[in-house]
C-alpha cells in the first residue's frame, strides 16, 4: 500500500512559478513511475509529467519547455517545478504512482493550482 501526499499549489499570477511536491510512504519498494495528472472543472483528468525509476521522463506537450519533473529517492518525494505558468494550466493537480501490483495505481488527494491572468 503506498500513501501519496501533495503540497505546494496555491494562487499565482501568470508568468510566475510554483514547484509542486509528492511525498510518497508505504509500501514504496513496488513504486514503478511516479508524476502527476491534472484536471481542470469539466474536462477529463489528463498527464501532465511522469518519470520512472531509471529517470527516464515524458511531458505533455502543453507543457513541454515549461514544465520539470524530478525525483529524489532518498526523500521518496516527486517534485513538479512549474515555470511560465498560464491561466490555462488552472487545474487540481493529482501525484500518482504506478506499481506492478493491485490496484496498480494510487492517487494523491490533489492540490489546487491556479493561474490568475
Known amino acids: 500500500q503506498v500513501q501519496l501526499v501533495e503540497s505546494g499549489g496555491g494562487l499565482v499570477q501568470a508568468g510566475g512559478s510554483l514547484r509542486l511536491s509528492c511525498a510518497a510512504s508505504?509500501?514504496?519498494?513496488?513504486?514503478?513511475?511516479m508524476g502527476w495528472y491534472r484536471q481542470a472543472p469539466g474536462k477529463q483528468r489528463e498527464l501532465v509529467a511522469l518519470?520512472?525509476?531509471?529517470?527516464?521522463?515524458n511531458y505533455a506537450d502543453s507543457v513541454k519547455g515549461r514544465f520539470t519533473i524530478s525525483r529524489d529517492n532518498a526523500k521518496n518525494t516527486v517534485y513538479l517545478q512549474m515555470n511560465s505558468l498560464k491561466p490555462e494550466d488552472t487545474a487540481v493537480y493529482y501525484c500518482?504512482?504506478?506499481?506492478?501490483?493491485?490496484?496498480?495505481?494510487?492517487w494523491g488527494q490533489g492540490t489546487q493550482v491556479t493561474v490568475s491572468p
Open positions: 500518482y504512482a504506478n506499481v506492478q501490483v493491485p490496484p496498480y495505481g494510487y
Open positions: 508505504g509500501s514504496i519498494f513496488i513504486i514503478n513511475a
Open positions: 518519470i520512472g525509476n531509471s529517470g527516464s521522463t
